[in-house]
Every structure is written in structure tokens, then in C-alpha cells.
């Protein structure tokens, strides 16, 4: 991959994936069970490139109204 890997929070280590990475679920199958924080490995539809699995980012939307 000649990409920028889309790291996070660069200002300190250790880099992990951000939001949007072409490194993530880019690789078909890994030699690891479980990245370095010990978080299971895949963790979306395949495995990340790097050290970690990158953190899962959930968009809610809240609504305080019900239907009618």
C-alpha cells in the first residue's frame, strides 16, 4: 500500500487507524488472532494492517420525538 495509512492522533504513539483509513479491512487474512491490545483480530469484514485493530466508529442518531 503506497498510501498515507490515515493515522489518528499523530502528536503521540503508538498510531493507531482513524476514521476513513484505507488500512482498514484491507487485508484478506492475517498470521495473528489478536492485534497488540489483545482485541481480537478481524474485528469488520477483514483484518486491519498494522499493529491494532482500528477502534469501532459508530454514528447514533438520537431522536427525541416518536413517530406518528
Known sequence: MNLDPG???TARGPYRLGP??????AC????VEDDLDGAGRPSGDGYDIG???AEVFV???FS???GG
Open 51 to 53: 499493529a491494532f485493530e
Open 20 to 25: 476513513g483509513s484505507a488500512a482498514i479491512d
Open 59 to 61: 454514528d447514533r442518531v
Open 64 to 66: 427525541d420525538r416518536f
Open 28 to 31: 484478506s487474512s492475517a498470521q
Open 7 to 9: 493515522f489518528g492522533n
